[in-house]
C-alpha cells in the first residue's frame, strides 16, 4: 500500500466533484436523527406502555413527533427497539 501524507490527500480530495445536494442534506439530518432514535429506543425501555404503542405502530409513533416514517429509519429503528 502506498504510503501519503496529509497533503496528498487533501490534493486528491480537491480533485473529485462536490457531493450531490441530497447526499450533503442528508449528512446534515444525520446527527438529528440519531438523537431522535436514541430518546425513542430510551423511552421505550425504560416504559413498557410507550414500547407496547410504539412497537404497534412505530408509523404513527413517528408521525406523533413529526417525523416522516422512512424506510431506513424504521429498519433502524426496528432493529434497536427491545421487543421490535
Given at each position: 500500500?502506498t504510503d501519503y501524507?496529509?497533503?496528498?490527500?487533501?490534493?486528491l480530495?480537491?480533485?473529485?466533484?462536490?457531493?450531490?445536494?441530497?447526499?450533503v442534506?442528508?449528512a446534515?439530518?444525520?446527527?438529528?436523527?440519531r438523537?431522535?432514535?436514541?430518546?425513542?429506543?430510551?423511552?421505550?425501555?425504560?416504559?413498557?406502555?410507550?414500547?407496547?404503542?410504539?412497537?404497534?405502530d412505530?408509523?404513527?409513533?413517528?408521525?406523533a413527533v413529526?417525523?416522516?416514517?422512512?424506510t431506513?429509519?424504521?429498519?433502524?429503528?426496528?432493529?434497536?427497539?427491545?421487543?421490535?
Amino acid at each position: 500500500m502506498t504510503d501519503y501524507t496529509e497533503e496528498r490527500i487533501a490534493q486528491l480530495l480537491r480533485l473529485l466533484p462536490p457531493a450531490p445536494p441530497g447526499w450533503v442534506g442528508a449528512a446534515q439530518e444525520l446527527p438529528g436523527a440519531r438523537r431522535l432514535m436514541d430518546g425513542i429506543v430510551e423511552r421505550a425501555e425504560a416504559d413498557a406502555e410507550y414500547r407496547r404503542l410504539v412497537v404497534a405502530d412505530l408509523e404513527a409513533a413517528l408521525e406523533a413527533v413529526g417525523v416522516e416514517p422512512a424506510t431506513p429509519l424504521l429498519e433502524e429503528l426496528r432493529r434497536r427497539l427491545p421487543d421490535g
